[in-house]
């Protein structure tokens, strides 16, 4: 979801900038990251003259061998930028859109241009605001045929109980239970069935057994130490277990056994009063619910959405939920270990003795980045082992410190435990159920490290050090040395490598990867605004949200920020998606969404061929007919990206 800039810029200590290209430079080679033959370093890599050479080389004085010529991680010419309304991919690919909202996973449902539809229909159709997405092959390294499971982040709005474009006529504000719902049924995850045809195009399974679509009603079971608290009770269920459905579903998850992880985001949006007073709780206030009527508006038709009538309702949502995409009868689970606060996405690694990190992000300006340690230990091809261990464990939130060096953007780290009888500025909560249900302040009281609006997470396929996404936060009044700037509109990319190269260490290297900024805007490099040495010219963006990682380490970098193309983001045209080596930190754009969008959400098919993206909110300020053109209403979508000789993505 946009969040416009709104503030200024103030003034950037500049002892800090003069150091900081050479620092951000020599990070690399200092720390070793990534020293584990994935690629070459910047210089080398530029030059084309050398392979990576092993350690065995020049021992002696025998024929010096010629080395292989390495093929470079990304193969592919970078595209400028675009502002116009379409899709622009690097040349020898092809950009397809592919189900867009409405698209009908049953008979029956047909998408009617008119916004006619009705709510029944809105539930068997494909959802709005596509984010979050994972291919799951139907069978073992199937390439041909699988499961797109994605996320239907919200549907969008332009005041008060006002929808822009879902009824049809522009700025419809909703009068009945019905509209209402069809806006509920717009929400949550779509699991739809896909082949490709003997033509080699994709198409949708209609009728399949394993489609399906979850909602912000389909009823989901409360797992985990917080299930049944008292804080977690409501008229409609006294026993605190179940829930009926899933809201804001931002970024996601997979996990080695099969299932997905869909993230609830900003569910305070959802929840408003009908009657005159504030009344909201320290914790209601601290997890950004506002007083009064919500622009989603359904506080007026469903009693559960109104925080003064069912206190509690709202402490259901803001969790991991877990579906096993593979059968459309099971419940999904909200996983309660996990803790609760605008979760952007999950992403996962498992120890050598089975220990399952998941490492995630709390989208608000400030708050924080957390890692779940479980207590089960994963087997692989072990179903009724692996069911359930994301319900037992440990919760840690991050602290990011200077290390050894200040002002050198790099440093070292912990992560601290969140356990109400271990951690000792946690005495005051009532038990560990209250510590997950209000993660947020438990990460408060043991003073986690406030970062710049941390989005997604994703691990490194062989090194195993984890990189996550700082949006922006141009708010941001004291700079730290992992969010080194003042009113950061860029954001950045900060990665870290946990002590011993275990998953669950307590403590942890980082450094920057990338300080976003613009070069264009900015010509001196030694401003903070002009962003690190691998940000140029040619690559400049802003305000980096979606990531992955793809199986040969590619780092794959998606945008959701100022799409003006003007004053502090000229030169950066539309939302994008770009692709970064991470051993030489090189970055080249690769896609550009059309107007008013942003670009997220990635996966793969296991060959690599096949890489899947979305495009959310197309025209939020309504200024695109995308992807149908002529005067329709813009749709989110899917974009299946193909090269153009069969290859994989990015090579
Ligand atoms: Fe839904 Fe943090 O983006
Ligand atoms: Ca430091
Ligand atoms: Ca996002």
Sequence with gaps: MSKPEMLDD???????????????????????????????????????????????????????EVPEEPTPLLGFQAIP??????????????????????????????????????????????????????????????????LLVMNHEYTTTTGRATYAWLFGTPNTTITTLEQANKAIAAHGVSV?????????????????????RITASTLMLITGPAAGDALLQTSADATGTSAFGTINNCGNGWTPWDTYLTCEENFNNYFGSTTEGDGRSAAQKRYGLSSGATSYGWEQFVDRFDYKKEPNESNRFGWIVEIDPFDATSTPKKRTALGRFKHENAAYRIGTDGTVAIYMGDDQADDYVYKFVSSGKYIAGN?????????????????????????????????????????????????????????????????????????????????GEVYVTMTNNSGRSTADEANPRLQNRYGQIVRWREAG?????????????????????????????????????????NSPDGLGFDKDGRLWIQTDGNYSNAGEYEGQGNNQMLCADP???????FFVGPQECEVTG????PDSKTMFINIQHPGEGGNSHWPDGGTSVPRSATIIITKDDGGVIGS
Aim: glycine share 8%; net charge negative; proline share 4%.
């Design 501 to 541: 190269n275990d998953p669950a260490a307590t403590t942890f290297e980082w450094d920057i990867f990338v300080l976003a900024g613009n070069p264009v805007k900015y010509t001196d490099r030694n401003d903070l605004k002009s962003g690190s040495a691998n940000v140029t010219t040619d690559n400049t963006f």
């Design 583 to 589: 051993a030489s930190k090189e970055i080249r754009r």
């Design 10 to 64: 103030l003034p950037t200590n500049t002892s800090d900038n003069e150091h900081f290209q050479a620092v951000v430079e020599r990070a690399v080679s200092r720390r070793g990251f990534l020293k584990s033959g994935i690629g070459l370093s910047a210089a080398v890599f530029l030059s084309g003259s050398l392979s990576a050479c092993t350690s065995d080389d020049n021992d002696d004085d025998e024929t010096v």
């Design 383 to 463: 179903p009724r082992n692996n069911a359930n261990l994301l319900d037992a464990g440990k919760l840690y939130v991050a602290r990011f410190k200077a290390g050894a060096t200040s002002g050198d953007f790099m440093g070292d780290g912990e992560w601290v435990l969140l356990d109400r009888d271990a951690t000792p500025e946690l005495a005051g909560f009532a038990n560990q159920a209250e510590v997950l249900i209000h993660a947020r302040l438990a990460a408060d009281a043991v003073g986690a490290t406030k970062m710049d609006r941390p989005e997604w997470v994703s691990v490194h396929p062989e090194s």
């Design 602 to 605: 990635l996966t793969f098919t």
């Design 192 to 212: 739809i069935h896909i082949a490709k045809n003997t033509a080699g195009k994709w198409e949708i399974k209609l009728d399949s057994q394993y489609n399906r």
């Design 81 to 146: 930028i675009f502002t116009d309304d379409a899709v622009h991919v690097a040349a020898g690919y092809t950009a397809t859109v592919f189900a867009p909202w409405g698209t009908p996973l049953f008979s029956g449902a047909a998408w009617k241009t008119d916004g006619s539809d009705n709510a029944a229909a809105q539930a068997r159709q494909v959802g709005d605001n596509h984010d979050g997405i994972h291919f799951f092959p139907l069978t073992e390294g199937n390439s041909e045929e699988g």
